[in-house]
C-alpha cells in the first residue's frame, strides 16, 4: 500500500518548508517515526518522520527545494513485497513532481484527474500520534480558497481547524467524522478548480472496516494501516492504541508485545512521559526489574478489554504501581434508579473527560498543600479605573486587573526560582525560563491553559498584550499544541465568577499554582500616625498551591508574601506599560 510524505504544517503562518537534506534514498527500508529527511522553515528547523514503516519508493522534491505545505514529498510501500527495485520505475511514471523547481502548488500525485493536492492529518505536538475527524466543513466538489477551513479534529491536546493548503476544488473524502486517523494519513484530496470530484466517495464512510474481497480492486487510501497486527506475529495479544485515556506509541507496544507485556501489565506502569504516557525508558525499567516473574503465562488468556473499563490483573501479574488514569465507568443502574425520571445523563464530552483525568492524575501524583495572603489592591484597582478608557482606545481591547496579577507573580517567581520548578523522579528540574500557564474559560464551558512563553521578558504592556491573544485565540480554536504545553507555572483567576478563595490543583508536570480571587471592598484596621483606623479597601485573597514533594511551606509563603507586595506596590508611579 501506498503511503504519502508531506511538508508538514509547522506553525499557523508557516506555508512553505526547505528541504535541507534527505537522511534516506530511494529503496531503503524505514521504520515508522525513523527521520526520512531535515526541513527548515521561517520559524524553525527540524526533521520530518516516517508516517509508516515501509519502503521509500519515490523522492518527489530534491533537496534545497522550497515546498508549500501539503505537499507530497516522497512516497512509500507498506508491502512487504516492495523491494529496492521498486523506486526504478516510479520516476519515470511521474516526473513533473521532481522537475519542479521550487515545488509551486503542493502534492503532485499522477492521477485521472490531473494534478491533485492531499490533505493530511497534521502533525499537532511532539507526542501526539493521530487525531479525531470531527467535522467536516466542506463536501466532494466545493471550491475552497487557500487557508479556508476544511475540517474541525480532535487531538489529546486541542481541537483546532485544518486549512486548505491551497486554492481548488475538493475531489475526495477519504477519512470520515469520526474516524480516528494517524498523523501524516491523507484525509482528502484536493484538484485545481474545476476538477472532476471523485466517485468512489463511499469507501470514505468506512475507511478501516471495508475488507470485503468485492472492494480490492480500488486501491487502498492510505489511512487504511490499521492490520499491522496479527496474531501470528505478535506473541501477546496486539497491545492497541490506546487503553482508557492512555496513549501507547508504536514503540512501547513493539516492545510490550515483544517481551510478553499484557495490557493490564503496561496499564499499571507509571509514565514520565507528557500527560503520563509510558516511555521507552519506562516500559524498558519495568522489563529490567520484572525479574523472575516475567511475563506470566496465563496473561495471554485475557481477552482484550473495552477500553473505558479497568479490570483487575490475575494474582499471578506482577502489578508494580496502581493505574494512574481517569477511567469512565458506566452509571450503576441502581444508583440512576433511586432517581427515577428526575434526571438528565449527560455524557462527558472529549474535553471534559481530558480535564477529569488530569485532575485525577494531578492529585495522585502530587500532595498538595495551599497557603493563603490577602492583598489591599485599592491603589491598583484606582489606576486602572483612571487609564482603562484610554488604554482601550490605545491597544483595542479592555485592560483588566489579570495582566497585572500575573506580572506580580512573575516578579515573585523571580525572586523565589525555586517554585518554577518540575520533578523527574527524584531530582528537581528548575526551569530557568518563566512560562506563566493561565486557564481560560471556552465558549463551551470547558478550560483550556495557554502559555505565555519567556513572560519574565516581558513588561506589563507586552503581558497583557499576550493574554488577550491567546485567550481570543483559544475560545477560536486557533490555538497550537505549542501554546498550550511548556508552562512552568500556572496562574487561575476566579474573581471574575465572584470567587472569594479556593484550592486550585496544580497543572502536572507543574509543582505552583496562584489562585487570584474576587476583588472586594471590606473594612479593614490600617494605622495611620500612630493610630489604628478601620477604613474601606478594596481586598483580595491570593493562594498559591504547591507540590509538598519538593516546595516546603516557607518556600510557598515566601513566594506568596512577594505577590501580594508586589500588588500592594502597583499605583500610578511604579505601573509602567
Known amino acids: 500500500m501506498k503511503v504519502d510524505v508531506v511538508m508538514p504544517k509547522m506553525g499557523e503562518s508557516i506555508q512553505e518548508g526547505k528541504i535541507l537534506r534527505w537522511l534516506k534514498k530511494p529503496g531503503d527500508k524505514v521504520e515508522r517515526d525513523e527521520i526520512l529527511l531535515e526541513i527548515s522553515t521561517d520559524k524553525v528547523d527540524t526533521e520530518v518522520p516516517s508516517p509508516s514503516a515501509g519502503i521509500l519508493t519515490a523522492i518527489l522534491a530534491q533537496e534545497n527545494d522550497t515546498v508549500e505545505v501539503g505537499t507530497i514529498i516522497a512516497e512509500l510501500n507498506t508491502e512487504a513485497s516492495a523491494s529496492i527495485a521498486a523506486p526504478s520505475p516510479q520516476p519515470v511514471a511521474q516526473p513533473a513532481p521532481v522537475q519542479q523547481a521550487p515545488v509551486q502548488t503542493a502534492a503532485v500525485i499522477a492521477a485521472s484527474g490531473g494534478e491533485q493536492t492531499g490533505v493530511v ?114 506473541p501477546i495479544t496486539s497491545i492497541p492504541r490506546t487503553s482508557g485515556s492512555r496513549f501507547y506509541s508504536p514503540l512501547v507496544r513493539t516492545i510490550a508485545e515483544t517481551e510478553g507485556i499484557s495490557l493490564q501489565e503496561l496499564d499499571a506502569i507509571t509514565g514520565s512521559g507528557l500527560e503520563g504516557r509510558v516511555t521507552k525508558n519506562d516500559i524498558l525499567s519495568y522489563i529490567g526489574n520484572r525479574g523472575s516473574a516475567k511475563a506470566s503465562p496465563t496473561v495471554p488468556n485475557i481477552p482484550a478489554p473495552a477500553p473505558f473499563i479497568a479490570t483487575p490483573a490475575p494474582a499471578s501479574a506482577p502489578v508494580p504501581a496502581p493505574v494512574q488514569t481517569y477511567v469512565a465507568k458506566p452509571a450503576d443502574s441502581g444508583t440512576l434508579a433511586q432517581w427515577g425520571q428526575d434526571v438528565e445523563v449527560i455524557p462527558m464530552d472529549r474535553v471534559r473527560q481530558i480535564i477529569a483525568d488530569h485532575m485525577v492524575r494531578s492529585k495522585q501524583t502530587s500532595p498538595h498543600v495551599t497557603s493563603v495572603g490577602e492583598a489591599d489592591v485599592t491603589q491598583l484597582v484606582n489606576f486602572r479605573e483612571r487609564n482603562k478608557q484610554a ?187
Open 121 to 234: 492529518m497534521p502533525k499537532m505536538g511532539e507526542s501526539i500520534q493521530e487525531g479525531k475527524i470531527l467535522r467536516w466543513l466542506k463536501k466532494p466538489g466545493d471550491s475552497v480558497e487557500r487557508d479556508e477551513i476544511l475540517l474541525e479534529i480532535s487531538t489529546d491536546k486541542v481541537d483546532t481547524e485544518v486549512p486548505s493548503p491551497i486554492a481548488g476544488t475538493l475531489i475526495e473524502l477519504l477519512a470520515s467524522e469520526g474516524d480516528t486517523v494517524e498523523v501524516g494519513a491523507v484525509i482528502a484530496r484536493l484538484g485545481s478548480a474545476g476538477s472532476a470530484v471523485a466517485t468512489n466517495q463511499a469507501q470514505a464512510s468506512a475507511p478501516v472496516s471495508q475488507s470485503a474481497p468485492q472492494s480490492v480492486q480500488t486501491p487502498p487510501t492510505p489511512i487504511q494501516v490499521a492490520p499491522v497486527h496479527s496474531d501470528q506475529s505478535a
Open 391 to 577: 488604554f482601550e482606545q490605545r491597544e483595542g481591547f479592555k485592560l483588566t486587573l489579570t495582566p497585572f496579577f500575573a506580572k506580580a507573580i512573575i516578579d515573585a517567581v523571580k525572586q523565589f526560582p525555586l517554585v518554577n520548578v518540575s520533578v523527574d523522579g527524584s531530582n528537581i528540574i528548575r526551569h530557568k525560563k518563566i512560562n506563566l500557564s493561565f486557564a481560560t474559560v471556552l465558549n463551551d464551558g470547558n478550560l483550556i491553559v495557554p502559555v505565555i512563553k519567556n513572560s519574565d521578558m516581558m513588561n506589563l504592556g507586552g503581558i497583557g498584550r499576550s493574554i488577550n491573544d491567546l485567550a481570543q485565540r483559544a475560545r477560536g480554536k486557533k490555538l497550537s499544541p505549542d501554546e498550550i504545553s511548556g508552562g512552568t507555572i500556572s496562574m487561575t483567576n476566579m474573581g471574575a465568577w465572584g470567587s472569594l478563595f479556593g484550592t486550585p490543583v496544580i497543572n502536572q508536570p507543574q509543582t505552583a499554582i496562584i489562585g487570584i480571587y474576587a476583588v472586594q471592598k471590606r473594612p479593614v484596621v490600617r494605622e495611620v500616625n500612630g493610630e489604628d483606623l478601620i477604613a474601606i479597601r478594596q481586598m483580595m485573597y491570593v493562594s498559591i498551591t504547591y507540590d509538598h514533594r519538593v516546595i516546603d511551606g516557607v518556600l510557598a509563603s515566601s513566594c506568596l508574601r512577594a505577590i501580594v507586595q508586589n500588588l500592594e506596590k502597583m499605583n500610578e508611579s511604579t505601573i509602567e506599560f
